[in-house]
């Protein structure tokens, strides 16, 4: 029997914290060692599609984290894609296939868990199959309490999945030590022995600065942090159409797209511990 791929989860506090750029990033690093890698999101919410040659549907930013891998963009990395369309309605798109129109209400109570996460599910096995690691986005912040019981992109997929967590920071914004520790403080106990260690990301400044703060934050949660990623300045497109300003932005052409994602793997590379990114996805 062949053996399954092992898995490594990136989620965020936040929205915005820069899961989809990790994932890029380590994405590309692992592929450089030469291992087989894909990447994976159960549900994303994005108008930014990419078009596989055969029409089906799926997030850009998914279809990028695959040119990462070195891997030809599958909707089974992405099975589930909503396209906001207001009013709490989204267009619902399963492997790659329109599949009906929803309001939010309709979509969490009688689809995310009957048939959603199923199908998810199905498609990080088949992943599994073929690969030797999948690098696993997570979406939003696993400690919005108020939908935990339907979120299978986050916490319920790595509790069903088996994958470790390493949760990613965004320090730019302000709150990064605070957003740590109250992610930690509202995810369930089970779900807390998932996560093994933190990424803080966007840094700029002098790193020696951090260090009283990072070693207080390992104190309280005892996880560990596995890095200070600086600010990379890259041109990808952006994983949503609402952040940031991506609508003004000129498209940046497919074909500059591999050197952008090795200026992402560079800066990871040189500001995470690897080798101990390794250990958590036992490599």
Known sequence: MARKAKLLMVQGTSSGAGKS??????????????????PFKAQNMSSNFFATPDGAKMARVQAIQA???????DPKMNPILLKPLGEYRSMVFLN??????????EYYE?????QGFSMALKALDSLRQENDIIVIEGAGSPSEINIAKYDIAN???AEKAGSPVIIVADIERGGCFASIVGTMQLLKPAHRKLVKGFLIN???GDITLLAPAIKEVQKITKKRILG???KIQFDLPEEDSLVGNAASRPELPRESWNW?????AKAIKESADMDRLLGVVGL
């Open 96 to 105: 790659g296939r329109f599949y009906s129109e929803m309001h939010a209400k």
């Open 260 to 264: 952008q994602i090795d200026l992402v």
């Open 110 to 114: 009688r689809f995310v868990l009957q």
């Open 202 to 204: 966007k840094f700029r």
């Open 228 to 230: 200070v990623i600086p």
């Open 155 to 157: 916490m319920l997929l």
């Open 67 to 73: 040119i990462a891998a070195r891997k030809t963009p």
């Open 21 to 38: 750029t990790v994932v890029i990033g380590l994405c590309r690093l692992l592929s450089d060692k030469g291992y087989r890698v894909a």
